[in-house]
């Protein structure tokens, strides 16, 4: 397992996702207004705010959450402005990071980010200085003590999936970005229930970490993930499971 997978395998062992489900909250309001203001409130005319909204239901948010977000987004709410903004950098032995802002000031957030970088082994870059190591994919994740490998396999690729992985405690299926709907449905129509589906920055190449720089990454990562302006980080780190169990 690595980057991101790596990192929402941890969180669910620490029992995190439910610590903080209040910020989750705030993060998924935030993406949904975005994605209602951009292409409009249509939960199945737009694919983006489809996505949120299946994401916030995924983590049982409110219905009534949902539907403020997206009139906020629509302008029949009162809302906040967030500008979108994704920052490049790297982290400890040369990790590659994607992060992604939602954010209502810039400065504040710029600067968050980067002390949380510097103070633990990374830095931001240059727009562009890693972005060339990701490939934009749909990811759809799915319980492994739910479903039979075998079967999901077959469903997955006769839906339009590119390929399926175990990933922890998880299977992933991966698909092109446009058909992350197509496969997300055909999936459902077969039975089974994805618990989450998005499309992610997938690595195109790892760095395996150690030792301190092993905890320098996962801090940072876990800092970030606290940063309420973050709503996705990527990264390229691999991290043994006989490492992780050296940290616990």
């Not at 994605?35 to 199945?44: C, F, K, L, V, Y």
């Not at 539907?67 to 402005?81: H, M, Q, S, Y």
Request: hydrophobic share 35%; proline share 2%.
């Amino acid at each position: 397992m690595s980057g991101h997978s790596k990192w929402s395998t941890i969180k669910r062992k620490k029992g995190a996702l439910d610590a903080k489900r209040g910020q989750i909250f705030s993060k998924l309001v935030k993406e949904i207004t975005v994605a209602a203001r951009m292409s409009g409130g249509d939960i199945e005319g737009n694919p983006r705010l489809r996505q949120a909204v299946l994401k916030a239901r995924t983590s049982s948010m409110p219905n009534d959450n949902i539907e403020r977000a997206i009139k906020k987004g629509t302008g029949d709410l009162e809302g906040t402005t967030y500008d979108e903004i994704t920052y490049e950098g790297y982290g400890p032995g040369g990790v590659a990071l994607m992060i992604e802002v939602l954010t209502d000031n810039r400065n504040r957030t710029l600067s968050d980010v980067r002390f949380i970088l510097t103070r633990h082994g990374g830095n931001l870059g240059e727009n562009g200085c890693v972005g060339w190591l990701f490939e934009k994919k749909g990811i759809i994740q799915l319980d492994k003590g739910s479903v039979i490998e075998d079967k999901l396999m077959e469903a997955a690729l006769e839906a339009g999936a590119e390929d399926m992985t175990e990933e922890g405690d998880v299977f992933e299926v991966k698909t092109a970005p446009n058909d992350l709907e197509t496969v997300r449905q055909g999936l459902e129509k077969a039975g089974f229930k994805p618990t989450q589906a998005e499309v992610s920055a997938v690595p195109q190449t790892y760095v395996k970490l150690t030792g301190k720089q092993a905890n320098q990454m996962l801090k940072i990562m876990d800092l970030l993930d606290d940063q309420d302006d973050v709503q996705n980080v990527w990264a390229n780190f691999d991290i043994s499971e006989e490492e992780m169990e050296a940290m616990d």
